[in-house]
């Protein structure tokens, strides 16, 4: 029987044996790179349930291709609570952070013209409003 917190080192050692760097894996998987550095090193205490942590592993072991369905099972039934509550509580940090300071947040790209746009439909919508207005009173 496989033992759920090996799953990390072997996540580590399939990346490492495809040659693979961490910011190549979150480039493709999406998954943030302090997320995949506490994944391979079993520290599930920065997430805030051990769902979070599951679907992360279960999204990296499929890009590695790495069998881990029974890793994975021993997971999901809740033998990771033992290890989250000895660790620190959840102290909000974002695992996707890779730099002090960092949130890990990245407000989408905007259009600098949205703002003026935004204003220009209303003044639109406005002027309409006010021309059908003093279309019904004449």
């Known amino acids: 029987m496989s033992d759920w917190s090996d799953i990390g080192e072997k ?3 399939a990346r ?3 040659e693979l760097t961490l910011a190549e894996v979150a480039n493709e998987t999406r998954i943030p790179i302090g997320t995949l550095r506490a994944l391979e090193r079993n520290d599930h205490s920065k997430f805030p349930s051990p769902v979070y942590s599951r679907s992360f592993l279960e999204k990296y072991a499929e890009f590695l291709g ?3 369905e029974e890793d994975l099972v ?3 039934t809740g033998n990771v609570r ?3 509550e000895e660790s620190e509580p959840f102290d909000q940090v974002n695992v996707g952070s890779d ?3 960092d949130s890990g947040y990245r407000k989408p790209a905007t259009n600098p013209m949205e703002p003026l746009l935004a204003l ?3 003044i ?3 002027g309409a409003i006010i021309w059908i207005l003093s279309s019904i009173r004449s």
Do not use: Y
Request: proline letters at 4%; aromatic letters at 4%.
């Open 11 to 13: 996540l580590k050692e």
């Open 16 to 18: 490492e044996e495809r």
């Open 66 to 68: 790495v069998e881990a």
């Open 74 to 76: 021993n997971f999901k």
């Open 82 to 84: 033992e290890q989250a």
């Open 99 to 101: 730099s002090p300071g």
């Open 120 to 122: 220009l439909g209303t």
């Open 124 to 126: 639109a919508i406005i």
